[in-house]
């Protein structure tokens, strides 16, 4: 029998998929997934294994199988890939939260070395009894910020994996950046997460652009409402009121963060030197703020 001369090659429909595919990392099993769903259309006998699609992938250096160690994940990744395509694969139930939020929603202009992906555990939602002091808040303030110690190195970024039991009650979104998908918080979200952990988002100064270049593109109503269901002991408002007025809202957006209380000072960051003092949130920032 002679053969079918009018069906395509499977090597070259293979390379001509990975050439056009926005997709730039894949787990083993997301390859599994796709040679299950494609094997017809490229023309590959029912009888050949999964094997033939590595041996295409590796001999022509499509992707580059990576070992995570940490997470204990192999990774196949694109040379085209970014430190986000790579990040969004680590785990199904991570997001893209904080300074990494923030670019990717386009409200800061350039990545960093450090990646926050945040995981969110079920919540707890016992109220929470406030026992502020104005001196046990001076003196966690003068101390670093604590941060996750769950990380991944990768090259030289590193990922950081942030648990939260908080009560969010925003969802996560799907945006498409570069037409590649990606899991985030929403900008609402985003706003109220970097002034909580202002070390996952650079410094104040940084906090400060992203709430500037939020303005048009927030809603402070559901940011407001979101915050208040988070049930944060600390007087985060007060951070959160400062940072709208002094990136120019409109006073109608932050004027319902003025009428809650504000008993405590408080501080926009830790361990801050050099301050200047607002009265009207009650609160430290750095003087080249």
Not at 124 to 153: C, F, G, P, W, Y
Not at 263 to 268: H, N, R, S, T
Request: some cysteine; aromatic content about 12%; hydrophobic content about 35%.
């Amino acid at each position: 029998m002679k053969a079918d001369l009018t069906k395509e090659d499977p090597k070259q429909l293979i390379l001509d998929f990975f050439a056009s595919e926005p997709q730039q990392a894949f787990t083993d099993v997301d390859l599994e997934q796709l040679y299950d769903e494609r094997r017809r259309s490229w023309n590959i006998n029912r009888h050949t294994s999964i094997g033939y699609l590595y041996e295409v992938i590796e001999e022509n250096k499509l992707l580059k199988k990576t070992d995570l160690t940490e997470r204990r994940i192999r990774l196949w990744i694109s040379p085209k890939a970014t430190i986000y395509d790579i990040a969004g694969k680590i785990q199904d139930e991570l997001i893209f939260s904080h300074g990494s939020a923030a670019f990717l929603h386009g409200l800061l202009d350039t990545p960093t070395k450090d990646i926050y992906l945040t995981e969110r555990k079920k919540s707890d939602s016992r109220a929470k009894e406030n026992t502020l002091t104005q001196e046990a808040i001076d003196r966690a303030m003068q101390k670093h910020q604590r941060v996750s110690q769950n990380l991944i190195e990768y090259n030289d970024y590193q990922i950081h994996i942030i648990t939260s039991k908080l009560p969010y009650s925003l969802p996560a979104e799907t945006i498409i950046k570069n037409e590649r998908q990606f899991t985030v918080t929403s900008i609402e979200q985003t706003l109220i997460d970097i002034i909580v952990r202002p070390a996952y988002c650079q410094n104040p100064q940084t906090i400060l652009k992203t709430y500037e270049q939020a303005k048009d593109k927030a809603d402070p109503a559901k940011m407001i409402a979101a915050y208040k269901k988070m049930q944060y002991i600390y007087p985060y408002h007060q951070v959160m009121g400062f940072y709208m007025q002094k990136a120019g809202y409109d006073t109608k957006d932050y004027q319902p963060l003025t009428m809650m209380p504000k008993e405590f000072d408080f501080y926009v960051d830790y361990q801050l030197d050099d301050t200047h003092y607002d009265s009207q949130w009650r609160l430290y920032y750095p003087a080249s703020l």
